[in-house]
T-cell receptor, first 114, second 112 residues
Framework: AQSVTQPDIHITVSEGASLELRCNYS??????LFWYVQSPGQGLQLLLKYFSGDTLVQGIKGFEAEFKRSQSSFNLRKPSVHWSDAAEYFC????????????FGAGTTVTVRA | ETGVTQSPTHLIKTRGQQVTLRCSSQSGHNTVSWYQQALGQGPQFIFQYYREEENGRGNFPPRFSGLQFPNYSSELNVNALELDDSALYLCASSTRESGELFFGEGSRLTVL
């Protein structure tokens, strides 16, 4: 079975500061990995995904994530946050042969202070 | 390109009733997945439809059922509603090849 843990429920960061959100997954092999963002009252938007290849993945809105097999992690980073980055962020995992049926973590809420 | 649209956006039902939620998939997408997102939690996979056939189901009871139509739109039906069914129901469409799910804004169901 696949599962995702996001250890941080809530993070507060100052505008312009860097941001790192943690994600650890459990899966028997190398899975497909995703980060989604959800603004209040909105659906989920894909920030980036990792399938294979380069372990540093670039996404939209200036986000990047690094896949570390040895740590079973896929942490999301942004060098300088903007007030509009305040949202809930979800890490998700899918097995390579299950047609992208995603298992999501519980999410991390990001608050940006001026 | 039209995105994923869901209806209704909000609805209130009472325990024991039945509900139908609808989803129009993005143009060109033949796969639809449904997720339940309870307050403060991540989305949970309910089931997926590919070319009108169920293609996998999460840990949800049979009173959760679905359909996919020839135009790839979809319905989620929930019978005998329980209080714990109160949640945001998200529909996502995709192609089987791309691995990118496009989510609608969801239908928020409140069961009283």
């Amino acid at each position: 079975a696949q599962s995702v843990t996001q250890p941080d429920i809530h993070i507060t960061v100052s505008e312009g500061a860097s941001l790192e959100l943690r994600c650890n997954y459990s899966y028997g092999a190398t899975p497909y990995l995703f980060w989604y963002v959800q603004s209040p009252g909105q659906g989920l938007q894909l920030l980036l995904k990792y399938f294979s290849g380069d372990t540093l993945v670039q996404g939209i809105k200036g986000f990047e994530a690094e896949f570390k097999r040895s740590q079973s992690s896929f942490n999301l980073r942004k060098p300088s946050v903007h007030w509009s980055d305040a949202a809930e962020y979800f890490c998700a995992v899918a097995g390579r042969f299950n047609d992208y049926k995603l298992s999501f973590g519980a999410g991390t809420t990001v608050t940006v202070r001026a | 390109e039209t995105g994923v649209t869901q209806s209704p956006t909000h609805l209130i039902k009472t325990r024991g009733q039945q509900v139908t939620l609808r989803c129009s998939s993005q143009s060109g997408h033949n796969t639809v997945s449904w997720y339940q997102q309870a307050l403060g939690q991540g989305p949970q996979f309910i089931f997926q439809y590919y070319r009108e056939e169920e293609n996998g189901r999460g840990n949800f009871p049979p009173r959760f059922s679905g359909l996919q139509f020839p135009n790839y739109s979809s319905e989620l039906n929930v019978n005998a509603l329980e209080l714990d069914d109160s949640a945001l129901y998200l529909c996502a469409s995709s192609t089987r090849e791309s691995g990118e799910l496009f989510f609608g804004e969801g239908s928020r169901l409140t069961v009283l």
